[in-house]
């Protein structure tokens, strides 16, 4: 077969060859034109897709997924690489442990009948305060001391903290809430931190790793802290027994009214599940030198 080239053809059309390149090179340099402009469009694309990745990862709120009940969760980052930053959501392990943890924003009386149940089943837990629970419920905080729980900085005015990206307003943050911890009990705060609303970035992580801070999020929470529609009892048992797992830190709120009426009954049924109830030390260095371990 005969190959025909183009060059051929317009020698074979008399007069046609000038005619046609004059039209084909407009066209030619059009389709040339559109094709880097697409291209250049994709690189940018490209990387404005690289650069949100980039941003989700160094900037998340905590979630969680789970699966199976009774079996431990997933969170957005895995525990090893939480563990670069001191930060944890779960233990390892299979054994029937449970970390109760409570955020503490502001005191509606809820706080100590958590408080007389804890005490009932000798139940150690952390309390995240910020500054306005110290400042208007002084009495209670004391009481949490008094009572052998641990007292950790949830910040002084509970803000999304991923967006401090300063080390100094990290700083005041934690060291206010501390210092008027110190003012209210006398005693120093536990150096640990929950971020206000599970919102972080990896570079806050490090900014608290820096000021000594272990960092704890959870592995079972529930929607407990709308005042106007608290859960019932049975949603509340629903939730909190069919999601238990081994190494789990729970999180719960002080301020929800549900949690305050189900709590000596709600660790009476992790306690016929086989569960204990063990405090955030056991994550920390310290903690596990106080332990001998």
């Not at 859960?231 to 999601?243: G, N």
Request: glycine share 8%; net charge negative; aromatic share 12%.
């Amino acid at each position: 077969m005969k190959t025909i080239y183009v060059k051929d053809v317009f020698r074979k059309v008399p007069g046609s060859g000038s005619v046609i390149w004059k039209k084909a090179v407009p066209t030619f340099l059009f389709l040339g034109a559109m094709f880097l402009l697409g291209r250049a469009a994709g690189e940018v694309i490209g990387d404005m897709r690289q650069t949100s990745a980039a941003a989700a990862l160094e900037s998340e709120n905590w979630g969680l997924g789970f699966g199976q009940e009774g079996q431990k969760p997933t969170g957005n980052a895995s525990a090893a690489e939480l563990a670069k930053y001191d930060t944890y959501f779960c233990a390892g392990g299979e054994e029937k442990v449970i970390y109760l943890t409570f955020d503490c924003g502001y005191e509606n009386g809820n706080t100590e009948p958590i408080l007389d149940a804890l005490k009932k089943h000798n139940a150690p837990a952390t309390f995240f305060v910020v500054g306005h629970f110290l400042e208007s419920a002084p009495e209670i905080v004391k009481r949490m001391v008094e009572d052998g729980h641990t007292v950790g900085n949830h910040t002084y005015h509970h803000p999304d903290m991923s967006k401090i990206s300063d080390k100094a307003s990290f700083r005041k943050e934690m060291d206010d809430t501390a210092s008027l911890f110190r003012e209210t009990t006398g005693t120093d705060m536990a150096m640990y931190y929950r971020p206000p609303q599970g919102k972080y970035s990896t570079a806050n992580l490090q900014m608290a790793k820096e000021l000594g801070y272990s960092t704890f999020f959870w592995s079972l929470a529930y929607v407990d802290w709308n005042q106007d529609a608290q859960p019932s009892h049975e949603e509340a048992f629903d939730k909190l027994t069919k999601r238990i797992h081994p190494g789990a830190i729970v999180l719960l709120h002080s301020t929800s009214k549900t949690n305050g009426e189900i709590m000596d009954e709600l660790l009476t049924k992790w306690e016929e599940m086989g569960y204990t109830f063990r405090p955030l030390s056991d994550f920390t260095e310290e903690g596990r030198k106080t332990d001998g371990r």
